[in-house]
């Protein structure tokens, strides 16, 4: 867990507070009393820059945990350790690894006052996989057989085939069978009228502009001390510091180059998130120049992926040697590699790969070039595509970098290069098994570079079926072990995510994030805990 | 003046035939668009959440996409929207209705404050224009309705941000209340219709204005204008009596042609002051292609544009007694 403040000026903690309460008097929103006077601020306003589509668990609201509204059976600390939340311990796994069973919670309570038993657990899970519910995320429970109820306080799940990571996917928030039951789950009024067992509760959702949270006083885990959260929805970049400036905001998610317009401001910190969302691009094994296993190598070399850091993502991200971030415990320490242009061009130059006339190579009369695609619009991924075009001309590849909707893109995965993202940090197995096993090669938006390695493979399913913690971890090290050898994607970089907020509350943390980044995540991802300054 | 009510009877009902077969065009070439485009609406719902299968995938297809070619899709959307039914929105996971019953009157507020704002200001703007044409009032209001013609709303909404919200610091700078009360007082919505009326106003402003300047100054040059000065009328009357009165005429038209511009307007303006109107869940319909939740803002849109006409035409015939209502 890394935590970057930026505090310019050198002001003591206590004069910030003082500062941020000066300023916050001053500015539009503090009307009411809510700065408490003194410094300390019960309520904060957080910019965020997408709204969510439903707030249902049950249409994937909050699938990876931190809902506010909802707790899962399970949820991620800070360092993304597991711990019980609605269960009352870790689940119990059979030897075999197929049975899970949870003891529940008895002191809980929905906010609308009825008691949490198993069978909303049973609900929430048996909802999510029927085939009518429209939840795109349902994959991710696809190892479930079934989930049953062991009496009121206690859940057992049976999957089809041995999936070790599979508590990971147990932080997902539980629905209320009595409040969604006789919904239509798709449009139903619990999409936007949720009832939870979550540390606060939803008091208004003005769709377009905000997301109002307030503190549940009943909650099991103790009432939370910032007792209003409201989720501004601002989804220009610009307007969203604009108001984080002039205090109607008091933290947002914000691009690097706008989040460095705050370094100098008193009393407003800046925080990077590290993230699993790495920007990667995929080398179809069909075609014959990106399928070639030295071209893959030399390109693994030619690209800066430092400059990469510095240049487009302003400092504000890591150098990705492969899914899994360098600074996770699951990162194959020693795979890292260096920037080396001239090993490159010496690999292709040994591998057959001539340089011809117009600066670029060839063999066999297979002239080394590719089209990279890039999703329109996405000005990151564009940057990235640009940057490694150029990297790969100093080698002699040529490649053509083209944009266009998904839509197009998806008809030419097979063929064609794609500048691609994603990232899941909970386990190695959420990050590699979709990108790399053959069984998934061009399925849907699974492993879209068609990558297919027998060792690979054979690493992949032991991570996943394999109960021992030692055993997974050499399995997934071999794996990123043999993505040097024949690295079907060209991982680039693992993008930060950036946070500017008002220094005024205490415990403020990140976890690890994903690449879906919703109102879940971001510094207040635990905002429940925070302390209010005093 | 009286109004002839059975000639504006026919009128309204005349136009209630007429819109039939538009409202079915419209809505007809909605659904035919829908069929055509590349767009796919499974893998916008889908969105971000990388890693789909291909089971998931193929399961939400079956779920999200309707049978049958598209006029059976218009048809049987037809008749359930007849029966009260406007569908369900893929992208907002609620009930089209629902949709746009929580946000559609915030949006009326925002456009109809901004309308009469600049239908106001415009005419004044615009008498005090052609008063003296060629005259430093005229010069001044002239080019700044030029310039701000050119100005798109979004721009002229973010530098209004940045003046009063950052610089001046005197009106919040989007929503609908302050961001930490959920209670819609007047005052504060008031302060926080401020921004986005006042950009919207501004952006509608620079057609009425010139309409207006160049109608009152045609007036000025015409034989009823000259006879009244002849026999001694006031400037003030004549101003406003005669050749506001006549040089208005044109101006009533413009009043039914420009409600498109005004919703589309209002579009961009919503999404940069958080506005939540109608405006966000239509700009979300359009980028996840959620075609039933776009079919009924568009048949929606096209009813607005046929009451504006509609509204134009009858204030044009109460205006101008030359004008038959019964002929148009």
């Known amino acids: 867990m890394t935590v970057r403040r930026l505090i310019r000026g050198g002001a003591a903690p206590g004069a910030l507070a003082v500062l941020v309460a000066v300023a916050g008097c001053s500015a ?128 057992v799940f049976t999957l089809k085939y041995p999936f070790a990571p599979f508590a990971e996917r147990t932080v997902l928030p539980i629905a209320s069978e009595r409040a969604a039951g006789d919904q239509d789950v798709n449009t139903g009024a619990y999409n ?53 400036r002039s205090g109607d905001l008091d933290a947002a998610v914000l691009p690097p180059n706008l989040a460095e ?23 179809p094994s069909d075609n014959p120049v990106t399928g070639d296993v030295d071209i893959r190598r030399a390109l693994d070399l030619a690209v800066d992926r430092e400059l990469m850091v510095e240049s487009i993502l302003l400092g504000a991200g890591h150098p990705a040697y492969n899914a899994i971030p360098t600074a996770s415990p699951w990162f194959a320490e020693g795979t890292e590699r260096a920037f080396d242009r001239e090993g490159a061009g010496q690999l292709l130059e040994q591998a057959g790969w001539a340089l011809q006339d117009d600066g670029f190579r060839a063999r066999d009369g297979q002239r080394a070039e590719f089209t990279l695609w890039y999703p329109a619009g996405d000005r990151l991924r564009q940057e990235h595509a640009l940057a490694y075009a150029s990297d790969a001309k100093e080698i002699g590849i040529d490649i053509t970098v083209e944009s266009g909707s998904w839509e197009i893109i998806d008809g030419q995965l097979a063929e064609d290069a794609v500048l691609s993202g994603g990232g899941d940090p909970a386990d190695p197995d959420f990050q590699l098994y979709t990108l790399l096993h053959s069984e998934l090669a061009g399925n849907g938006y699974n492993n879209m570079a068609h990558y297919r390695n027998p060792a690979v493979d054979e690493l992949l399913d032991e991570g996943r079926q394999s109960g021992d913690p030692a055993e997974r971890e050499a399995a997934y090290e071999a794996v990123q ?38 109102l879940g995540h971001g510094p207040w991802w635990n905002v429940e805990d925070w302390r209010v300054r005093s | ?107 009326l507020l925002l456009c109809a404050v901004a309308f009469v704002g600049s239908v106001l200001l415009g005419t004044a703007l615009g008498v005090l224009a052609a008063r003296r044409e060629g005259g430093p009032l005229d010069r001044l209001f002239s080019s700044l309705a030029y310039t701000l013609q050119a100005a798109p709303p979004f721009w002229l909404a973010l530098l209004a941000i940045w003046l009063f919200a950052l610089q001046l610091d005197v009106l919040p700078a989007g929503g609908l209340t302050d961001a930490g009360s959920d209670t819609v007082t007047a005052g504060s919505l008031l302060s926080h219709l401020a921004l986005p009326a006042a950009v919207l106003t501004i952006s509608q402003l620079p057609w009425f204005v010139l309409y207006v300047r160049q109608g009152v100054s045609d007036a000025l040059h015409e034989d009823p204008v000259r006879g009244a000065r002849a026999r001694g009328v006031s400037e003030r009357t004549v101003l406003l009596g005669h050749a506001l009165r006549s040089g208005l005429l044109p101006v009533l038209t413009l009043v039914g042609t420009r409600v498109p511009e005004l919703i589309t307007g209002a579009l961009l303006v919503e999404t940069v002051f958080s506005w939540p109107g109608i405006a966000s869940a239509t700009v979300r319909a359009a980028t996840d292609t959620d075609f039933p939740l776009l079919a009924a803002l568009a048949a929606f849109s096209a009813l607005a544009v046929l009451a504006g006409n509609l509204l134009a035409d009858l204030l044009y015939g109460l205006a101008d007694p030359r004008v038959d209502l019964n002929e148009m």
Do not use: C
């Open chain 1, 28 to 155: 539009p929103s503090d009307e009411g009393d809510d700065s408490g006077g003194s410094g300390g601020q019960d309520s904060v306003v957080v910019g965020i820059a997408n709204e969510p589509e439903t707030l249902s668990p049950l249409l994937g609201y909050g699938k990876d945990g931190n809902s506010k509204i909802f707790d899962g059976l399970l949820r991620h600390d800070g360092e993304m350790g597991l711990e019980p939340a609605l269960a009352t311990e870790l689940p119990e796994i059979s030897d075999d690894g197929l049975t899970y069973r949870y003891p529940l919670r008895e002191d809980v309570s929905f906010s609308d006052g009825q008691p949490f038993t198993a069978a909303d657990v049973v609900f929430t899970y048996e909802t999510i996989l029927d085939p009518g519910t429209n939840n795109a995320a349902k994959g991710e429970l696809d190892a479930i057989d079934s989930v049953e109820a062991d009496g009121d306080h206690a859940v």
């Open chain 1, 192 to 244: 936007t009228e949720p009832v939870g067992t979550g540390p606060y509760v939803l008091t208004d959702w003005s769709p377009g502009e905000r997301i109002s949270l307030t503190a549940n006083p009943e909650y099991w885990g103790g009432e939370p001390e910032v007792r209003r959260v409201t989720m501004a929805v601002v989804p220009d970049d610009d307007v969203r510091a604009t108001r984080l």
């Open chain 1, 261 to 283: 317009g705050f370094a100098d401001e008193d009393g407003m910190v800046t925080i990077n998130a590290e993230s699993a969302d790495f920007r990667a691009v995929t080398l």
């Open chain 1, 481 to 518: 072990r043999e993505l040097v050898e024949d690295p079907g994607y060209t991982f680039l970089t693992h993008v930060d995510h950036v946070y500017v907020m008002a220094d005024a509350w205490d415990g403020v943390t990140t976890q690890v994030e994903p690449h879906d980044h919703g």
């Open chain 2, 1 to 107: 003046m009286t109004v002839p009510w059975p000639a504006v009877a026919r009128l309204v009902g005349r136009r209630l035939l007429a819109a039939v077969p538009v409202m079915v065009l419209v809505t007809l070439g909605m659904f035919a668009v829908a069929a055509a485009s590349p767009f796919d609406p499974v893998r916008r719902y889908v969105g971000d959440a990388s890693g789909a299968s291909q089971e998931t995938l193929d399961a939400l297809r079956a779920n999200l996409s309707p049978d049958g070619t598209f006029v059976e899709q218009w048809w049987s959307w037809l008749t359930s929207v007849l029966g009260g039914d406007l569908g369900q929105s893929m992208a907002l996971r609620q009930p089209v209705s629902q949709v746009i019953a929580e946000r559609v009157g915030w949006s």
